[in-house]
């Protein structure tokens, strides 16, 4: 089964449609020059909005780990996705960290399998890694897709989530492609930057659904 994360949402009437339509996860982005930042003082309602049984991840880029967990417990947050350096981030526990990454060659993809690597040999590996298009400058939300080619075989022992330039209409062919543990998407179901289509929302969680049921069926 691939998750689905629906990132960048800054209104709870997004949090719920998300939801309403099988959404695994919504992501708050809480890195300021992002068009889709919320104010961590203001982003109660939104975090509110989060049932139960799904997931609310934020999102924190360049900050130490330190400080990113400090305001993730304040903020109610067990689960973490970071944009940072490539040094050790130690146990994230009780966090579940995400380590985001932004590729443009395989290089960098096999810095990452051995990074996990000497994670997990320290006991302490992230729960996932998310892979990210380049684009200098700029982090996320860009609408670059990733290098799916790449990413095929791409299987650094910790789940791969899948971003970068998805959309309701390629997010099939992506999961086709790279068979990630989930996909992630911000600016392909937007309306506006930070406001999210209810339609676009729809139908990228049925097609990767339905993506991810055909695997499943064929293997």
Known sequence: MVRVKICGVTRPEDVEVAAAHGADAVGVNFYPPSPRYVDPRSAGPVLRAVPPLMAAVGVFVGQPLRQVFAQAYQLGLRSVQWYGDDGDPGDPFPFSLVLAYRIRDRQQLDNISRFIASCREKGHAPGAVLIDA??????????????????????????????????????????????????????????????????????????????????????
Do not use: Y
Request: proline letters at 7%.
């Open 134 to 219: 380049f684009v200098d400058g700029q982090m996320g939300g860009t609408g670059k897709l990733a290098p799916w080619d790449l990413l095929a075989d791409f299987r650094p022992g910790v789940p791969v989530i899948l971003a970068g330039g998805l959309n309701p209409d390629n997010v099939g062919d992506a999961i086709r492609a790279v068979r990630p543990a989930g996909v992630d998407v911000a600016s392909g179901v937007e309306s506006s930057p930070g406001k999210k289509d209810a339609i676009k929302v729809r139908d990228f969680i049925l097609n990767a659904k339905s993506a991810a049921q055909s695997l499943t069926s064929v293997t």
